[in-house]
């Protein structure tokens, strides 16, 4: 048994006991092999055969700051050890996977969750300015229903897209490119430029 430390950046469970970086314990020479830590005192002669004859160089920046790593509890139906994050640089131990803090990053689920807050946050602000335009214009802009004397003019129930693109395009918002229809005439519109007819 040796006195060992573990490596920069680094984290290691030996005995059932998650150590930090720089934290001293005692242990077999053959940890060394692991290359997550190193002889406490930096002496690397005659430790072990086959160890490394000089320690390895310490990264010249330390590893990228995220939540704190914890794993939490053993599942229930886990065998084995624990395993370092698959995500290069990340010290973070886990039972499988990624850490915590980079599973709930790069999800599949979390970028629908937050594609899906974006469009809704659009759609609700879409929704308040179409009601907002609406209010301002009551009755149908398009051509057909320009020839109908202001009376008898069907009363606007839909705000359209002038470019064609809807929320899509990058003026969804600029009331200069929306005009207020009803809904037989925003319905043709549509069909125009989706089907060509």
Known sequence: MIQLRV????QFVYGGVQRSSGEDFEGPAALLATGLVVPADGDWRGIAPGA???????PTEPPSVHEPCDPGPKPAKHRGAMQVCPVAGCPC??????CPAHARSNSRGQRYRD????????????SHLSRAFLRAHQTCESAEC??????????ATETDHIDGLGLQGPRWDD?????????????????????GR
């Not at 131990?93 to 990624?98: A, E, F």
């Open 7 to 10: 490596g920069f950046g680094r």
């Open 93 to 98: 131990l886990t039972w499988s996977g990624k």
């Open 115 to 126: 594609s899906y807050a974006a469009t809704n946050s659009r759609l609700t602000r879409w």
């Open 146 to 155: 320009a020839a109908i004397p202001a009376p008898l003019r069907p009363a």
């Open 175 to 195: 009331p200069a490119n929306w005009q207020a229809l009803c809904k037989p005439c925003h319905s043709r519109k549509t069909a125009s430029e989706s089907f």
């Open 52 to 58: 490394p004859t000089k320690p390895p160089e310490a």
